[in-house]
Structures are given as structure tokens and as C-alpha cells.
């Protein structure tokens, strides 16, 4: 009976007379879902568990542990893929060298890494090492560049680090009247397709990396070596 109710669940009630060399790998996955849970375990323990999947199985496995989680099953996922962690995680700690060097809710850890090693990990590249001037009620971060990015904070001066989302950069081919208090003329490094949009690296004495849509590359005639002019406000760092 357990048998039969955990693989309705799993979606593998028609594989129960199949012997295992026939099975997909996603397939075996379920099973080997279905083997542990049937011993109520207290905690689930996955090590990458996805890892070997395309993607539209992935999908489904994601679903299904999500699912799983919801009536009240523990699990302790481990992962190298970050989107994974924020998809399913409800609390996320990232390890480093063997320590947990940040916990918390997914956003927080997402939205306030508190090093470098965790702003690249979960793909934040724009992640600057920076001291804070004020004059004349304007803060300033400056890089270690040497290049000065306004910003609104409540802090006044000391060391710390900016993030700038790659969502709130605007490219123009020329200069623009924009509201944004922070404008550098760049030379574009490189351009890489991702799966939503495009990602351009600009070189403004220091590496920046804007996401745009395709069509603003074609609009704007973007090529790496050419030049161009990035503009985000101070309210975006």
C-alpha cells in the first residue's frame, strides 16, 4: 500500500513492473526519491540531485520537491547551482572553504551578499569593493579605481561594497539627457546571449555588466570594441 501511494505521488505507478537498466534517468531519480521517502525519513538529505538531468526534467523534479516540501517534509538540499537554491529553498546558507560564511531567507542572501565569494556565486557580477565620501550632502562611492559612483545612503563615510543590477543600467550609443546622476563613457568588452536577454560587459575604468533585450543591441549597434555610454542612477546602487 505505501508502495503503491508514494509512487502515485511520484508519478511512477506505471514503472513498478519495469526492471532498472530500462529506466530513464529521470526515471531512476523518482525511484531513488521514492526508496527514501517510504522511510518516513525525519530529513531528506539531496545531494545535487538534479545534476544529471536536461532541463525540461529538471523542471518536473523541481515541481515535485516542491510539492513534497509543502506537506511538511524536511529537506536539506545541496546544491551548486544557485537559481536551483532560490527556486526551492525557503532558508539558504552558502558554504566556503568548509564554514557557512552567510544564512538566511533567500532573498536576504540574494539581495545582500556580504562578500564577494557569495555575490558571484549566485551571479552578481556588478559587486564593487568601495570607500564612501560625503560633501555637501552628496555621497560618494569610490572604487578602487579610483572612479567616483554617487549613491543614496544612509551611511556616511567607511569601506564597504556597492551592487549594481545589470536590469537597472541603461546603454545609449551617444550621450542622453537622463535623470541618472551616474554616466561613464565605456568601451564595450564582451556580449554573451543568455536565455531571456542579452549581457554586455563595458569597460568604464572599471568592468560593468549591463542586461538588455536583443532588440536594444541591434537598436543601439553594439559590438564588442566599439564604444558606448552607461547611465544608472544613484538610487540603483
Same mark, same amino acid.
Given at each position: ?42 530529513? !531528506?538529505?539531496?545531494?545535487?540531485? !538534479? %545534476? ?13 520537491l516542491r510539492t513534497i516540501h509543502r506537506k511538511g517534509q524536511t529537506i !536539506? ?10 527556486? !526551492? ?22 539581495? +545582500?551578499? &556580504? %562578500?564577494s565569494f557569495v555575490a558571484h556565486f549566485i551571479g552578481v557580477k556588478n ?66 546571449? &543568455? ?5 554586455? %560587459? ?6 560593468? +555588466? ?15 570594441? %566599439? ?11
Open positions: 500500500e505505501k508502495v503503491r501511494a508514494i509512487a502515485g505521488e511520484l508519478g511512477i505507478a506505471d514503472l513498478l513492473h519495469r526492471k532498472p537498466a530500462t529506466l530513464s534517468g529521470g526515471e531512476l531519480q523518482r525511484v531513488a526519491l521514492g526508496r527514501t521517502l517510504i522511510q518516513q525519513p525525519a530529513i !531528506l538529505l539531496l545531494d545535487e540531485p !538534479l %545534476s544529471s538531468l536536461d532541463s525540461r526534467l529538471k523542471g518536473d523534479l523541481r515541481r515535485l !536539506l538540499h545541496v546544491t551548486h547551482d544557485y537559481e536551483e537554491a532560490l527556486s !526551492l529553498g525557503t532558508k539558504i546558507a552558502v558554504i566556503h572553504q568548509g564554514s557557512i560564511i552567510q544564512a538566511g531567507a533567500p532573498d536576504q542572501v540574494f539581495n +545582500h551578499p &556580504k %562578500s559587486f564593487f569593493p568601495v570607500t564612501l565620501t560625503r560633501e555637501k550632502n552628496i555621497t560618494m562611492a569610490m572604487t578602487s579605481n579610483n572612479i567616483p559612483v554617487h549613491i543614496v545612503t544612509e551611511m556616511v563615510d567607511g569601506e564597504g561594497y556597492i551592487i549594481i543590477r545589470g536590469e537597472d543600467i541603461l546603454l545609449s550609443s551617444l550621450p542622453v539627457e537622463t535623470s541618472a546622476t551616474n554616466n561613464f563613457e565605456g568601451t564595450i568588452v564582451d556580449i554573451v546571449q &543568455k536565455s531571456s536577454d542579452i549581457e554586455v %560587459s563595458i569597460d568604464i575604468g572599471f568592468e560593468i +555588466h549591463a542586461r538588455i533585450t536583443m532588440q536594444s543591441r541591434e537598436n543601439l549597434r553594439l559590438e564588442p570594441g %566599439s564604444s558606448c555610454w552607461v547611465h544608472f542612477k544613484a538610487t540603483a546602487v
